[in-house]
């Protein structure tokens, strides 16, 4: 039988330590005394999880556990969705943590690899967020959970806004293992909007000294989209939304997905397909969405988290979007990649590598950059049941008799901004499996599982593929310029644009001369702001410095 009374006299233990460090003040810790309270609390050899989701980051309590003394608290086991900060790192620079699991680490992707490389870091495994989440309540429950929200009361009652995200899903798993959760707020307040994670899960707080740290990592500038783009846009629309009757869909995020989100209300209202496609949505509130929305193209957005600039919108548009008796968004991220697994027709996303079967992957040589939701959104998921015309036409198309398919489109430049091309005969991933130890090479999204690519030559639909070398032929005559695409001969090229399988921009209908920026519903973020009726704020870094000074 399992004993639970000594999980729960050492947590009891734990908190009557620090409890000194609270005081009168009951579950309100003071900020100066953070570091202290995590080295009271925490213990060598402990499993210990910092949230730091795409968006919002646990800042002041991930600074605080890099400043802890190494004689005390080491040899930790860091489990946490995403490394976004140096101290994040820092936490095995200096002895603190030795291992790792995760699933994305875009912003520290060069950094952990040097780390790995020098055994600094030993990784258990590159997850993706379900995954990741899904372990939390089974074998990597954290022992100690440094969560983060916009309010909290004396009862430890958290507000968490228009970015609830991954906190009450960190929260419950520690929470109902005998964890300790401490939450790193905003701010300490009598009444709360709504309560968004119960103070009995809660059994710390730690008012911050400063905001937490939060980035707009959705939005788009449109300035920025290049004619190549559009293209690109108007052949996803025209090979595949349209055919399949796309309504509920995934876009991931890049200038890829943003051109195809502002030539909805331009370019795909011109084939007739409003009210057709692009209806229900599992995003966040990408700025780039609002053309779309204000012209009536969507009917709702379910979403992972918020997107700073975006609060107001979205609060006036609760017709759309998950918004509470309190005004504002709530928030999902587990919620929200079991939507755009399960509930999504179609998922749209990019990498940096794919090889002649279709596997790509963003872990590349010196970058473990990990995978996020990729892989939950990218992949067919074998238990759907509920039927829909692009499920069905799908699963049609690839040979199924007894299932649909899932559309999983990969849309990818021939070669990456830094010159380096997108299509190589072998994945780096292969090598990183073999520096850093992993039994297999880490692939974002398998090739089995893809149904299009759409680079700014064409379209290859893997569905119609009926051996690895007609794949193989398909990826190589949407290639390019490269020399995985000049290994191909145009004869086979045009082989495969007879049978269907491979479709250029004229056998769309789509004239590459007329692919301009001129379809872009909104240009520039001053486009996007007048489109939201004043209600967007875009945040400085996307504001000129005139209007900043001004």
Not at 362 to 389: C, E, L, Q, V
Request: proline share 6%; charged share 20%; glycine share 8%.
């Amino acid at each position: 039988m399992l004993d639970t009374s000594r999980r729960g006299t050492d947590r009891a233990s734990r908190l009557a330590q620090a409890a000194a460090l609270s005081g009168a003040s009951g579950k309100v810790c003071p900020a100066d005394r953070a570091t202290l309270l995590l080295e009271t609390i925490i213990e060598p050899g402990d499993r210990v999880t910092i949230e730091g989701d795409n968006q919002k980051q646990a800042d002041f309590l991930a600074s605080a556990l890099a400043k802890v003394d190494p004689a005390r608290v080491h040899d930790l086991h860091m489990v946490q969705s995403v490394l976004a900060l140096p101290d994040h790192l820092a936490v095995f620079e200096r002895g603190i943590a030795n291992r790792l699991d995760f699933a994305f680490a875009g912003p520290q992707s060069r950094k952990l690899a040097e780390l790995v490389a020098n055994g600094t870091v030993k990784i258990g495994a590159i997850h993706t967020y379900l995954e990741l989440y899904a372990r939390m309540l089974v074998d990597l429950t954290p022992r100690v959970a440094l969560i983060v929200a916009d309010k909290a009361d004396r009862n430890g009652n958290l507000y968490t806004g228009p970015n609830t995200e991954d906190t009450p899903t960190i929260a419950e798993a520690a929470a109902f293992r005998g964890g300790i959760v401490i939450a790193q707020v905003n701010e300490i307040v009598d009444r709360l909007p709504r309560v968004d994670v119960p103070g009995d899960w809660v059994d710390i707080v730690v008012p911050s000294p400063k905001p937490y740290l939060i980035d707009p990592l959705f939005t788009r500038d449109p300035a920025k989209i290049r004619n190549e783009n559009v293209l690109m846009a108007m052949m996803a629309i025209a090979a595949v939304y349209e055919p399949y009757q796309v309504q509920r869909l995934n876009h991931g995020i890049g200038y890829a997905t943003a051109a195809i989100e502002l030539i909805l209300p331009t370019y795909a209202a011109q084939r007739g397909l409003k009210g057709k496609i692009a209806k229900h949505f599992v995003l966040n509130p990408h700025p780039t969405l609002i053309p779309a929305i204000e012209a009536g193209f969507v009917d709702s957005v379910y979403c992972f988290g918020s997107e700073l600039g975006m609060e107001r919108y979205v609060s006036n548009r609760a017709d759309i979007f998950p918004v509470g008796a309190d005004g504002n968004l709530r928030s999902n991220r587990a919620l929200a990649q079991v939507a755009g697994q399960y509930a999504c027709d179609l998922f749209v996303g990019g990498t940096l590598q794919i090889d002649a079967q279709g596997n790509s992957s963003t872990a590349t040589k010196g970058r473990i950059t990990g995978f996020g939701g990729a892989p939950n959104m990218g992949a067919d998921a074998r238990g759907r049941r509920h039927d829909s015309p692009s499920w069905l036409r799908a699963g049609q198309e690839a040979g199924e008799s007894l299932r649909g398919r899932k559309l999983v489109v990969q849309m990818v430049q021939t070669h990456q901004p830094n010159g380096a091309p997108s299509f190589v005969e072998r994945l780096d991933a292969f090598d990183l499996a073999a520096s850093a130890g992993f039994a297999l090479p880490p692939v974002m999204i398998y090739g089995d599982d893809v149904s299009h690519v759409v680079t700014e030559r064409g379209v290859a639909n893997l569905l119609r593929c009926r051996s690895p070398q007609d794949r193989d032929a398909a990826l190589r005559a949407v290639a390019g310029d490269t020399e995985f695409g000049r290994r191909q001969s145009a004869k086979i090229s045009d082989s495969l644009r007879r049978r269907g399988i491979v479709m250029f921009p004229s056998d769309l209908g789509i004239d590459v001369n007329t692919a301009t920026r001129d379809w872009l519903a909104a240009q520039t973020i001053d486009d996007l702001v007048t489109a939201s009726g004043g209600l967007y704020v875009p945040p400085a870094k996307f504001r000129p410095a005139a209007v900043l000074h001004g």
